[in-house]
């Protein structure tokens, strides 16, 4: 089988296909469904990216550090940081509701090894974390922290999940039932290998969350907030998104247009919830093309002796050439 078919194979995630259904009649049966699920964990294949030498070398090459951030050491912060540590404008990545610090170890692998330090002040955040990452670049705009912001799949508006009268109920509520929640905004019908195998190793990143990590991650996704875009106008924004299905209607997308006019726009064809593990090469092209603006300066997120700025304006005209033959082949098909 060539690379080509490999983007035309159709198939379901193996690893979310199975936790659905037990999630489902966990409810009726939960101790046959757990003796199952304890049984098809050793059982079933997590998934290709699990198993990738990729991930399997960033594990072992980039360590996993915890900071507390409590007096008590009740709340502690997992984190990846990878890059030159020169670097005093850094880039960071906040994961969604269902991720954790890992589901970005392609774009920790590719721009670290680029020359850039991956941990702040240029931001990029998915889903919740792309709310969270345009609510502190709000809350700090008197004092700014932050630079600018890379939004992927994000939402100004917490009201469009229609669950804000559910927010404050989530703490209550046992841990299979908040996974089965998250589980109901993925994606469910065939979709190609990559989107598969990311589909499959984000539902085994959402097995490793706990009770508290889940509801406090649905809380801060459901309560009543927004962002006040008028305090941020002035931070350079890339809006990046999908053209097929994800978590987010195309009222929210259109929200995010409107609320940031003067965004750079970063569309892909395809990725799904989360493009940063199926398409990673063009989510980090687009990130290389967002942080171009701040070479020379003092917030460059790169050293200047490890990428040029004229290699990048090759990448950044291969990829419009890219689009462009794309669009062409979408119109002799219609």
């Known amino acids: 089988m060539g690379p080509e078919s490999r983007f035309t194979l159709k198939k379901f995630p193996q690893v979310y296909k199975w936790s659905y259904i037990l999630f489902t009649l966990s409810e009726t049966f939960p101790l046959l469904c757990f003796q199952v699920f304890l049984y098809l964990g050793f059982v079933t294949n997590m998934g290709e990216i699990k198993i990738s030498p990729d991930y399997n070398w960033f594990r072992s090459t980039v360590p996993l550090k915890k900071i507390i951030v409590d007096d008590d050491d009740s709340k502690v912060?997992?984190?990846y940081d990878a890059g030159p540590r020169n670097i005093r404008c850094p880039l960071i990545f906040l994961p969604p509701v269902?991720?954790?610090a890992d589901v970005f170890f392609q774009q920790i692998l590719a721009l670290s090894g680029w020359g850039y330090r991956v941990i702040?002040?240029?931001v990029f955040g998915a889903s919740l974390g792309?709310?969270?990452a345009q609510k502190f670049a709000e809350y700090t705009h008197k004092s700014p922290r932050v630079q600018s912001l890379i939004l992927c799949n994000a939402?100004?508006?917490?009201?469009?999940?229609?669950?804000t009268w559910t927010a404050n109920s989530f703490w209550l509520m046992p841990a299979f039932m908040l996974k089965k929640i998250v589980l109901g905004n993925f994606a469910s019908g065939p979709v190609d290998t990559e989107m598969a195998d990311g589909i499959d190793f984000m539902v085994d990143r959402l097995e490793s969350l706990?009770?508290?990590e889940l509801a406090s991650r649905l809380t801060l996704n459901c309560q009543n907030s927004y962002v006040e875009p008028h305090k941020i106008r002035d931070i350079p924004v890339t809006i990046m998104d999908v053209f097929d299905q994800s978590?987010?209607?195309?009222?929210?997308?259109?929200e995010m247009y409107k609320l940031y006019p003067n965004a750079r726009r970063a569309h892909l064809k395809t990725g799904g919830n989360?493009?940063?593990?199926c398409r990673s090469a063009e989510v980090n092209l687009y990130v290389q093309i967002h942080l171009l603006q701040f070479h020379g300066t003092r917030y460059a997120a790169i050293d200047p002796s490890m990428v040029s700025a004229e290699e990048l304006e090759v990448q950044k005209a291969n990829l419009q050439a890219s689009s462009e033959q794309e669009q062409q082949q979408q119109q002799q098909q219609s």
């Open 155 to 163: 939402f100004s508006d917490t009201s469009i999940f229609n669950q």
């Open 98 to 100: 269902s991720g954790t």
């Open 274 to 277: 989360f493009p940063y593990l």
């Open 130 to 132: 792309g709310f969270l």
């Open 77 to 79: 912060w997992s984190l």
């Open 210 to 212: 706990g009770q508290s």
């Open 120 to 122: 702040a002040v240029h």
């Open 247 to 254: 978590a987010l209607s195309t009222e929210a997308k259109e």
